[in-house]
């Protein structure tokens, strides 16, 4: 089954929904931060990328990636 652009979209802002939740969950983040923190990852740019498939993954599997990037790159500080 093919997904049209839309469908890929909605797909793809219902897991930046999802990883912003989690971050709130597990960092103690508030929703600006936990956004900000996203979206300045590299693990954001690869969900935009729809040729890398991430957005068709599970949120747990996607937010092991950003919690990668995250502890191996300080993002926080």
């Keep these: 089954m093919t997904l049209n652009k839309a469908q890929i979209k909605m797909m793809q802002e219902e897991m930046y929904a999802e990883l912003i939740q989690i971050l709130m969950e597990e960092y103690g983040y508030t929703q600006d931060k936990a956004m900000e923190t996203l ?3 590299d693990t954001f740019a690869r969900l935009q990328d729809a040729d890398t498939g991430l ?6 599997y996607v937010y092991s990636f950003l919690s990668s ?3 191996l790159c300080d993002y926080r500080r």
Aim: aromatic share 24%.
């Design 55 to 60: 957005y068709y993954q599970s949120p747990g």
């Design 69 to 71: 990037e995250l502890n």
């Design 39 to 41: 979206y300045n990852s």
